[in-house]
């Protein structure tokens, strides 16, 4: 009998390369920008993108598609601010992919004229490793990770790190009393990556934000 091998993981990549292409075209039909931020659970994604909305909600016109195994908790978070939002729930599946994303777009189209809108934030499911071969059609591929996990944290994740455009460590203010130097993460960011740009930051204090809004805002 003959044997024929045949790489599934490889087909399922290549069918999600094409729908992400769909995906970005139809988001840049209509005009929008889509930032994708994805990191561990508590390193900040959520607030990093409340914080942008309510700082620039004036100037900007948003949406969320909030990704999750369970996506209500942030998807309640987003609806308070009054920005249109659609919860992808996971369930099982550790990470979105491009699939998935449209169809939240075709539930968020419902909701709202992409015409009208100016940035589209996509929150991926709270893992590091995961969501590394799936990209999901965003312009931008945002890392986040918080320095509350340890100066190891980005070493431990080399394939995120090469996917990514841009890479927060957030929680800059907790780093001192953990312990950890931040400029050690920045080090190990970019012998995996030396074409990331890196930005310090914290939600709290404020610090970064700024720099970090403007570089994800420009259209």
Same mark, same amino acid.
């Given at each position: ?6 790489? #599934?993981?490889? =087909? ?8 992400? *292409?769909? %995906?970005?075209?139809?988001?840049? =039909? ?41 996506? !209500? ?11 249109? &939002? %659609? ?7 550790? /990470?979105?992919?491009?699939?998935? %994303? ?12 992409? @015409? ?16 590394? @071969?799936?990209?999901?059609?965003? /312009?931008?591929?945002?890392? #986040?990770?918080?320095?509350? !996990?340890?100066? =190891? ?12 455009? %841009? ?18 993460? &920045?080090?190990?960011?970019? !012998? ?11 939600? *709290? ?15």
């Amino acid at each position: 009998m003959h044997k024929v091998e045949v790489d #599934v993981s490889e =087909d399922l990549l290549k069918v999600n390369e094409n729908l992400a *292409k769909e %995906v970005r075209q139809h988001l840049e =039909d209509h005009g929008v920008r889509a930032v994708e931020l994805l990191g561990s659970i508590g390193s900040g994604k959520t607030s990093i993108i409340e914080w942008i909305i309510r700082e620039h909600g004036d100037e900007y016109s948003f949406a969320v598609l909030a990704g999750d195994v369970v996506s !209500e908790y942030d998807e309640r978070r987003f609806k308070r601010l009054g920005v249109p &939002v %659609v919860g992808l729930n996971t369930g099982r599946e550790c /990470h979105l992919d491009a699939h998935m %994303v449209q169809h939240g777009l075709e539930h968020l189209e419902e909701e709202v004229d992409l @015409d009208e809108l100016d940035v589209l934030f996509i929150e991926n499911v709270g893992n590091l490793v995961c969501p590394a @071969d799936f990209p999901v059609g965003a /312009h931008e591929r945002v890392i #986040v990770v918080s320095a509350t !996990e340890g100066e =190891d944290v980005v070493g431990k994740h080399p394939m995120i790190i090469r996917e990514g455009d %841009v890479l927060v460590i957030n929680k800059v203010d907790l780093a001192e009393p953990c312990g950890v130097s931040v400029e050690k993460m &920045v080090e190990a960011a970019r !012998e995996i990556n030396p074409d990331i740009e890196i930005y310090r930051t914290s939600v *709290k204090t404020g610090e970064g934000m700024d720099e970090l809004s403007r570089r994800l805002l420009t259209l």
